[in-house]
């Protein structure tokens, strides 16, 4: 079992920057793979970033590329997401997840995540 919480988020004005954190606690973070959705009001939640067990790969969503990195201190068994360049397009609940087999192919569906956090609201206000 992994359990985790995400912070971070908050209301910013556009063009603003926020840097969500995710902290994971039980087994073996170390091992999974671990990604960034996020849901607006009235749509599907969708893939935002996504990071491999090392730190070594990178991943990211053609609409945040560009304006977001994703990192991870293994040592403190947490996982960020820096978004800059916030746009009102970009509200929505940011959610983590983490898989135990992070692939290229599958990285992008919320089906491929073992575990999930609750979310944490970012509102951006233009």
């Known amino acids: 079992q992994v359990q985790l919480v995400e912070s971070g988020g908050g209301l910013v004005q556009a063009g603003g920057s926020l840097r969500l954190s995710c902290a994971a606690s039980?087994?073996?973070?170390?091992?999974?793979?671990m990604g960034w959705f996020r849901q607006a009001p009235g749509k599907e939640r969708e893939f935002v970033a996504a990071?491999?067990?090392?730190?070594?790969?990178?991943y990211y969503a053609d609409s945040v590329k560009g304006r977001a990195a994703i990192s991870r201190d293994n040592a403190a068994n947490t996982v960020y997401l820096q978004m800059n360049s916030l746009k009102s397009e970009d509200t929505a609940v940011y959610y983590c997840?983490?898989?135990?087999?992070?692939?290229?192919?599958?990285?992008?569906?919320?089906?491929?995540?073992?575990?999930w956090g609750q979310g944490t609201q970012v509102t951006v206000s233009s």
């Open positions: 997840a983490a898989t135990a087999y992070l692939s290229t192919a599958t990285m992008t569906r919320s089906t491929t995540y073992n575990y």
């Open positions: 990071i491999n067990w090392s730190g070594s790969g990178t």
């Open positions: 039980g087994r073996n973070f170390g091992g999974f793979g």
